[in-house]
Nanobody, 121 residues
Framework: QVQLVESGGGLVQPGGSLRLSCAASGSIFSINAMGWYRQAPGKQRELVAVVTTGGSTSYADSVKGRATIYRDNARNTLSLQMNSLKPEDTAVYYC???????????????WGQGTQVTVSS
């Protein structure tokens, strides 16, 4: 199976920056799309940003211009740099990947455990 471990969350003041990281490990045949999602209290989980194996990226309108997603295919890592943070960015951020485990015939969806980001003064 595939394990995803996030790091880098914490408390940040409005206008500040942070960088989230995610490392994929386990019995992996291939990793396809990777992305970051977030879930605020009382709200549904939403896509923040996604990057394909080829490097194509897509961002939620709410973070466009403030977020940069980056993946290192050689190391199976994913990062999210967020700037100009706002209180509404407060949420648990989850790393996600669509990957094919060794021995599997199809792609599965895998999630990290989540990391809390709180934007507050």
């Amino acid at each position: 199976q595939v394990q995803l471990v996030e790091s880098g969350g914490g408390l940040v003041q409005p206008g500040g920056s942070l960088r989230l990281s995610c490392a994929a490990s386990g019995s992996i045949f291939s990793i396809n799309a990777m992305g970051w999602y977030r879930q605020a209290p009382g709200k549904q989980r939403e896509l923040v940003a996604v990057v394909t194996t080829g490097g194509s990226t897509s961002y939620a309108d709410s973070v466009k211009g403030r977020a940069t997603i980056y993946r290192d295919n050689a190391r199976n890592t994913l990062s999210l740099q967020m700037n100009s943070l706002k209180p509404e960015d407060t949420a648990v951020y989850y790393c996600n990947t669509k990957a094919v485990p060794l021995g599997a015939r199809s792609e599965y969806n895998f999630w990290g455990q989540g990391t809390q980001v709180t934007v507050s003064s």
